[in-house]
Antibody, heavy 113, light 112 residues
Framework: EVQLVESGGGLVQPGRSLKLSCAAS????????MAWVRQAPTKGLEWVAS????????YYRDSVKGRFTISRDNAKSTLYLQMDSLRSEDTATYYC??????WGQGASVTVSS | DVVLTQTPSTLSATIGQSVSISCRSS???????????LYWYLQRPGQSPQLLIY???NLGSGVPNRFSGSGSGTDFTLKISGVEAEDLGVYYC?????????FGSGTKLEIK
């Protein structure tokens, strides 16, 4: 069974950092393109960042470029999202997704003083 | 960025009724290789999104065949043939043909 389990969410002050992890199991992680998608409270889905299966290429939405870093460890079957210089508008549930066909349960990130 | 416009924003249906949701793109989603990367998801209350349809018309794993997708170019439709109570939630279309990946604003399905 394909499983994606996010962790690392929480309450953080503006300007601080947080690192999300997504542990994958039930499939060959290194074969898949992975992404982070977020959903602000009561809002729709918004793509954040993507990474190719090898990790050789990464892509970001404009509003997080230079602040967020997506990475992966294929040996550990784990996806990461390093979030620096967090802003209140980054408050959301963050989902990791396997190329859009499988999703984790989400990690809640609240940026507030 | 590609804008996906979903209509209606809210849909109210009785059990057994057939309904359709439209997703219109600001650009053609057909790529140079002849692929159309248009997907449909259902997000039930309090849950993460679940893939329903991929590549316009292919049913996701374990998805009931009352769901179907169709369309081409810029116009796409998700149809539910015989709504069931478990179908309530918000439906999203998503395109992955053009970077960045974008989502429609969602259609909330309510059960009367």
């Amino acid at each position: 069974e394909v499983q994606l389990v996010e962790s690392g969410g929480g309450l953080v002050q503006p300007g601080r950092s947080l690192k999300l992890s997504c542990a994958a199991s039930g499939f060959t992680f290194s074969n898949y393109y992975m992404a982070w998608v977020r959903q602000a409270p009561t809002k729709g889905l918004e793509w954040v960042a993507s990474i190719t299966n090898s990790g050789g290429s990464t892509y970001y939405r404009d509003s997080v470029k230079g602040r967020f870093t997506i990475s992966r460890d294929n040996a550990k079957s784990t996806l990461y999202l390093q979030m620096d210089s967090l802003r209140s508008e980054d408050t959301a549930t963050y989902y990791c997704t396997r190329a859009g066909d499988a999703w984790g349960q989400g990690a809640s990130v609240t940026v507030s003083s | 960025d590609v804008v996906l416009t979903q209509t209606p924003s809210t849909l109210s249906a009785t059990i057994g009724q057939s309904v359709s949701i439209s997703c219109r793109s600001s650009q053609s989603l057909l790529d140079s290789a002849g692929n159309t990367y248009l997907y449909w998801y259902l997000q039930r209350p309090g849950q993460s999104p679940q893939l329903l349809i991929y590549l316009v018309s292919n049913l996701g794993s374990g998805v009931p065949n009352r769901f179907s997708g169709s369309g081409s170019g810029t116009d796409f439709t998700l149809k539910i043939s015989g709504v069931e109570a478990e179908d309530l939630g918000v439906y999203y279309c998503m395109q992955a043909t053009h970077a960045p990946l974008t989502f429609g604003s969602g259609t909330k399905l309510e059960i009367k």
